[in-house]
C-alpha cells in the first residue's frame, strides 16, 4: 500500500482516540487545579482513586451526551428489549437511559463509583420515566463494592461481606462501556454471573482488546498498545484498552446464549456487542 493511501486509511482511525486522550488529559489537570485552588482541599491529591473518579466525572459531564449519540451495533435494540428487574453497571449520568423502555422494567439499580455524576443520573431517570424505580448505588461493579451497596439498598437478604450474594437477584443485567473499567476484571464478571438469575439475559456493549489475529488489524493492536503508554487508563478513569472482555464473560459461567459480535474490529477502539443468557 502506497504512504498516501496508508495515511488515508489510518490516521482518522487514529485521531479520534488520540483527541478523547487529549481532552481527558485537560480535565485530568483542570480537576487537580479546582481541587487546589477552587475546594482548597489539596490533600484530597493523595486520595489517588477519587481524584480519578472526579476527573472523569469532570469529563463525563462536558462530553458523556456527544459520547452517547452513537452507540455501536444493536446495542439501542438489545436495551429496548429490558424487562423486570435490572442491574445496570456503571451508569455515568444516564446518558442512555432513554433507550431503555421504562414501561417494562419494575425496577432498576445504577451501580456508579463516581459521586459527581449521581446528580445528572437521578435527572436523566426521572425525564426517561424512571421516576422511583431507578435506585443509583454509590459503588462499583467489583463484588467488595457492589454486594454491600445491594444489601444496603434492602434487595439482598444478607451483607455479602466477603463478597458473595444470593445466586439469582436480576432478571437482566447490563453493562455498556463500563467492564473496560473495572477493578480485577476476571471476578467482578463472575461476581455479576452470580446475580443473574438462571435464564437471565446480560446486555454487553464493551470495548476490547483488539482481535488482530482473526478480524483485526495488527496496527490498531499497537496503537492500543501506544494509548497505554501515553496514560489511557491514568487519564480515562482507569479505562483500559487492552482487555479480554470476551473470554472473562466466556470463563465466567455457563451459558444457554452466547452470541456476541465485533464492531469497528479494524479501529484502536473495537467493540463487542450481543447478549447472554445465563444457564436455566
Given at each position: 500500500m502506497c504512504p498516501p493511501a496508508w495515511i488515508g486509511n489510518n490516521i482518522p482511525t487514529l485521531l479520534r482516540p488520540l483527541l478523547l486522550l487529549l481532552i481527558s488529559i485537560y480535565h485530568f489537570f483542570m480537576t487537580i487545579v479546582e481541587i487546589i485552588f477552587i475546594d482548597r482541599q489539596p490533600w484530597k491529591l493523595f486520595k489517588f482513586t477519587e481524584l480519578r473518579y472526579k476527573s472523569f466525572a469532570r469529563l463525563w459531564a462536558h462530553n458523556g451526551e456527544q459520547m452517547s449519540?452513537?452507540?455501536p451495533g444493536p446495542c439501542t435494540e438489545l436495551l429496548r428489549k429490558s424487562q423486570g428487574l435490572v442491574l445496570d453497571i456503571?451508569?455515568?449520568s444516564g446518558e442512555i437511559l432513554s433507550r431503555f423502555d421504562a414501561g417494562k422494567i419494575t425496577a432498576m439499580y445504577g451501580a456508579e463509583p463516581a459521586e459527581d455524576l449521581h446528580a445528572g443520573l437521578l435527572r436523566n431517570a426521572g425525564k426517561t420515566?424512571?421516576?422511583n424505580k431507578y435506585h443509583a448505588l454509590l459503588c462499583g461493579g467489583e463484588p467488595e463494592s457492589l454486594i454491600p451497596a445491594l444489601h444496603e439498598s434492602?434487595?439482598?437478604?444478607h451483607s455479602g461481606t466477603g463478597g458473595t450474594a444470593e445466586d439469582g437477584i436480576f432478571d437482566e443485567i447490563c453493562c455498556v462501556r463500563v467492564l473496560c473499567?473495572?477493578?480485577r476484571p476476571k471476578e467482578t464478571i463472575r461476581g455479576l454471573y452470580a446475580l443473574l438469575k438462571p435464564g437471565g439475559r446480560m446486555v454487553i456493549c464493551e470495548h476490547v482488546v483488539n482481535p488482530w489475529r482473526t478480524e483485526g488489524r495488527f496496527f490498531a493492536r499497537l496503537s492500543q498498545l501506544a494509548f497505554t503508554l501515553l496514560g489511557w487508563p491514568l487519564f480515562m478513569g482507569g479505562c483500559e484498552l487492552q482487555r479480554h472482555t470476551v473470554d472473562y464473560l466466556k470463563d465466567a459461567g455457563e451459558w444457554d446464549l452466547f452470541?456476541?459480535?465485533y464492531y469497528q474490529p479494524r479501529d484502536p477502539i473495537p467493540f463487542v456487542v450481543g447478549e447472554l443468557k445465563k444457564k436455566a
Amino acid at each position: 500500500m502506497c504512504p498516501p493511501a496508508w495515511i488515508g486509511n489510518n490516521i482518522p482511525t487514529l485521531l479520534r482516540p488520540l483527541l478523547l486522550l487529549l481532552i481527558s488529559i485537560y480535565h485530568f489537570f483542570m480537576t487537580i487545579v479546582e481541587i487546589i485552588f477552587i475546594d482548597r482541599q489539596p490533600w484530597k491529591l493523595f486520595k489517588f482513586t477519587e481524584l480519578r473518579y472526579k476527573s472523569f466525572a469532570r469529563l463525563w459531564a462536558h462530553n458523556g451526551e456527544q459520547m452517547s449519540i452513537d452507540m455501536p451495533g444493536p446495542c439501542t435494540e438489545l436495551l429496548r428489549k429490558s424487562q423486570g428487574l435490572v442491574l445496570d453497571i456503571g451508569p455515568g449520568s444516564g446518558e442512555i437511559l432513554s433507550r431503555f423502555d421504562a414501561g417494562k422494567i419494575t425496577a432498576m439499580y445504577g451501580a456508579e463509583p463516581a459521586e459527581d455524576l449521581h446528580a445528572g443520573l437521578l435527572r436523566n431517570a426521572g425525564k426517561t420515566g424512571f421516576a422511583n424505580k431507578y435506585h443509583a448505588l454509590l459503588c462499583g461493579g467489583e463484588p467488595e463494592s457492589l454486594i454491600p451497596a445491594l444489601h444496603e439498598s434492602g434487595i439482598l437478604g444478607h451483607s455479602g461481606t466477603g463478597g458473595t450474594a444470593e445466586d439469582g437477584i436480576f432478571d437482566e443485567i447490563c453493562c455498556v462501556r463500563v467492564l473496560c473499567g473495572v477493578p480485577r476484571p476476571k471476578e467482578t464478571i463472575r461476581g455479576l454471573y452470580a446475580l443473574l438469575k438462571p435464564g437471565g439475559r446480560m446486555v454487553i456493549c464493551e470495548h476490547v482488546v483488539n482481535p488482530w489475529r482473526t478480524e483485526g488489524r495488527f496496527f490498531a493492536r499497537l496503537s492500543q498498545l501506544a494509548f497505554t503508554l501515553l496514560g489511557w487508563p491514568l487519564f480515562m478513569g482507569g479505562c483500559e484498552l487492552q482487555r479480554h472482555t470476551v473470554d472473562y464473560l466466556k470463563d465466567a459461567g455457563e451459558w444457554d446464549l452466547f452470541d456476541l459480535k465485533y464492531y469497528q474490529p479494524r479501529d484502536p477502539i473495537p467493540f463487542v456487542v450481543g447478549e447472554l443468557k445465563k444457564k436455566a
